[in-house]
């Protein structure tokens, strides 16, 4: 089983700030890897996918990074509409797809 | 408009069955790649289970034997049936598409499981 482990859980930042969220696989997942936005009470909202893709309609500040194991996802310049839960998943196998544990971004 | 509507939560006491619905509006579930997700409460994400465009299924170890994925094409609907439910079963149930690992989610439906 591939095991995605994501730092930090927590991470509280100011808007205007850079914010930078790591995840690491258990083994290589080529560039299988979304990145996900979630807000209380809503579903999951795809912002990343194949790693470095931006899904359409994704303001240009987020972006992601890596190949393998360690991958990024960056916000240039966080805003008030930032402030939620993000995941990542890898799909590198369709027969077992796994989610990190999530990093909550809060206000400082 | 595209969109997924996920039905059939509710209480249920431990042991018991019960079988979601999502029912897919401007696409076609046959043709996609769908799956199931769920959310307990608190916590993050846990994929359950995938069907692919060619029928072949695949299922979390933690619901392995217990749930099974299903789809009626006349009804363009994606199903969940579940049985032996487990008080660790209780979360809201997400279906998706799985375009790009996720492009499309539906809003979610509770499953309570409890005494």
């Known amino acids: 089983d591939i095991q995605m482990t994501q730092s930090p859980s927590t991470l509280s930042a100011s808007v205007g700030d850079r914010v930078t969220i790591t995840c690491r696989a258990s083994?290589?997942?080529?560039?299988?890897l979304a990145w996900f936005q979630q807000k209380p009470g809503k579903a999951p909202k795809l912002l990343i996918y194949?790693?470095?893709s931006l899904e359409s309609g994704v303001p240009s500040r987020f972006s992601g990074s890596g190949s393998g194991t360690e991958f990024t996802l960056t916000v240039s310049s966080l805003q008030p509409d930032d402030f939620a839960t993000y995941y990542c998943?890898?799909?590198?196998?369709?027969?077992?797809?796994?989610f990190g544990g999530g990093t909550k971004v809060e206000i400082k | 408009e595209v969109q997924l509507v996920e039905s059939g939560g509710g209480l249920i006491q431990p042991g018991g069955s019960l079988r979601l619905s999502c029912a897919a509006s401007g696409l076609t579930v046959i043709s996609n790649f769908m799956s199931w997700v769920r959310q307990a409460p608190g916590k993050g994400l846990e994929w359950v289970s995938v069907i692919y465009s060619d029928g072949t299924t695949y299922y979390a170890d933690s619901v392995k034997g217990r749930f099974t994925i299903s789809r009626d094409n006349s009804k363009n609907t994606l199903y969940l049936q579940m049985i032996s439910l487990r008080a660790e079963d209780t979360a809201v149930y997400y279906c998706a598409r799985m375009n790009r690992g996720g492009d499309l989610w539906g809003q979610g439906t509770l499953v309570t499981v409890s005494s």
């Open positions: 998943q890898q799909y590198n196998s369709y027969s077992e797809l796994t």
């Open positions: 194949k790693a470095s």
């Open positions: 083994q290589s997942i080529s560039s299988w």
